[in-house]
């Protein structure tokens, strides 16, 4: 595979590939803003906002998946080292490390969201519910994104293609933070408040 | 593409400080949860600590730190355009909640002004129905 060539040099000094991505984030802050102050906003003012005990939460399997989130952003953030040092068999060790976070986040909530089938919290059940797994999908849906993204910076990597412009791993790695850190928010508010 | 070894070691032991400064703020958040301490301060604290998470995240993960002014100033613009959304509307359920505690206060100060007025209100009724 051919490698990409350097990146060029641009009027803001920032490459167009993290520029945009840097756009796109603004944009995901929005999305992600506008439910939670939705969130905030009814759970303080409506009378109506019924949020189940915190046993029946599952905080401990949330907690998990909190160290799971970090633990891979981490991982993340050391590709992206392994890449600026050339040391391919390390990038692909800590890549793999990252997509196997995505997953066992994925695992984790899957079990979660069975669990608390059973304890009668669902989408329609009230509107802590509806909000719960709108917040938690949404959030989800943007994990299996960071899974398939990584597999395609992975797979490209490993083949030579970041020789000489690393700005890929640096775009997926600024993404899969980003999931991390709505995570970070989302955890407190949803799981202990 | 390879940087100096020397750069790249000091950037690990980094990236690994701030995930253990990342595991303590959660073990912290879960345990100040489980306090019950009472609701004004638990949630200013949980949410501190959040913050706290998001910085360390956005500085050292997302290299903001490092970044010129056009991210930073993109995304400090970003955050108040979603602060508008939450903090505009706060005031009203503020509001709400205050004149609740006044009414409440002045019940508790003189509890039969409230019958008074009930009835200064019934009387101007049957008055305007009697014309």
Not at chain 1, 72 to 95: G, I, W
Not at chain 1, 156 to 161: A, D, F, I, L
Not at chain 2, 28 to 45: H, K, N, Q, R, W
């Amino acid at each position: 595979m051919t490698p990409l060539p350097e990146a060029a040099p641009t009027r803001t000094g920032i490459s167009h590939a993290k520029l945009g991505t840097w756009a796109f984030l603004a944009s995901e802050i929005m999305l992600f803003g506008g439910l939670i102050s939705a969130y905030v906003i009814l759970r303080s003012g409506s009378s109506h906002f019924y949020v189940p005990p915190r046993a029946m939460m599952g905080v401990p399997l949330a907690t998990l998946n909190t160290f799971i989130l970090i633990s891979s952003s981490v991982t993340m953030v050391l590709a992206l080292v392994a890449m600026h040092e050339d040391n391919l068999a390390k990038f692909k060790r800590f890549m793999l490390c990252t997509i196997g976070g995505g997953f066992g986040f994925l695992i984790v909530k899957s079990y979660e969201y069975q669990h608390k089938w059973h304890e009668g919290i669902t989408i329609s059940s009230n509107l802590f519910g509806s909000f719960y797994y709108t917040l938690t999908g949404l959030h989800v849906i943007h994990v299996i994104g960071g899974i398939v993204l990584m597999f395609v910076v992975l797979s490209q990597g490993s083949r030579g293609m970041y020789a000489k412009n690393s700005d890929r791993v640096e775009c997926a790695g600024l993404y899969w933070h980003f999931v991390d850190l709505v995570w970070v928010i989302l955890f407190p508010i949803l799981y202990l408040l | 593409m390879s940087e100096n070894g020397h750069d790249t070691q000091a950037a690990t032991r980094t990236y690994l400080t701030i995930f253990g400064a990342l595991g303590f703020l959660t073990i912290l958040t879960v345990g100040v949860a489980y306090m019950d301490l009472p609701s004004g301060p638990g949630v200013i604290i949980a949410l501190v600590i959040a913050l706290a998470k998001v910085f360390l995240i956005g500085s050292f993960f997302m290299h903001l730190k490092d970044e010129g002014r056009l991210i930073t100033v993109s995304l400090a613009v970003c955050l108040g355009l979603v602060m508008i959304l939450l903090v505009f509307v706060l005031p009203d359920l503020g509001i709400h909640e205050l004149e609740k505690v006044q009414a409440e206060e002045a019940l508790k100060k003189n509890p039969y002004a409230q019958m008074h007025e009930s009835a200064t209100a019934g009387h101007g009724a049957a008055a305007e129905g009697g014309h």
